[in-house]
């Protein structure tokens, strides 16, 4: 109805808050595994289509077993480092101003600063 005053939804909570900044943050660390998987069948389809026809070698003898353990540790930190990377976006800290140079500082607050003088 016209007249009346718009109310605001109610803050979250700060548990609610950093949870959901959390979540969103395991959700970049997910798509940068998604990232390297993706990276990982390029390279594979690359080889498919240019190597493998020219060599005939397809790997029958290379096995991963022993490389699992260097694979998980490799999974883990790209999940960990895609998880601080979007904390450090969705936290808001990448968006904070950053300190005044010395040429800055030296400005007084009201007076107009030429774009033609750096």
Do not use: C, N
């Amino acid at each position: 109805m016209p007249g009346q005053p718009i109310s605001k939804a109610a803050e979250p909570s700060p548990l609610k808050y950093w949870a959901l900044i959390a979540f969103e943050s395991m959700g970049a660390g997910a798509l940068a595994i998604t990232l390297a998987f993706a990276v990982v069948l390029v390279a594979v389809g690359i080889y498919v289509q240019i190597i493998w026809p020219l060599t005939d070698w397809d790997l029958v003898s290379v096995s991963l077993d022993p490389y699992y353990s260097q694979i998980v540790v490799a999974i883990v930190f790209i999940f960990l480092t895609g998880t601080a990377v979007g904390f450090w976006f969705v936290s808001g800290a990448a968006w904070q101003t950053r300190k005044q140079t010395p040429a800055t500082r030296g400005i007084a607050a009201g007076r107009r600063v030429s774009r033609t003088h750096f």
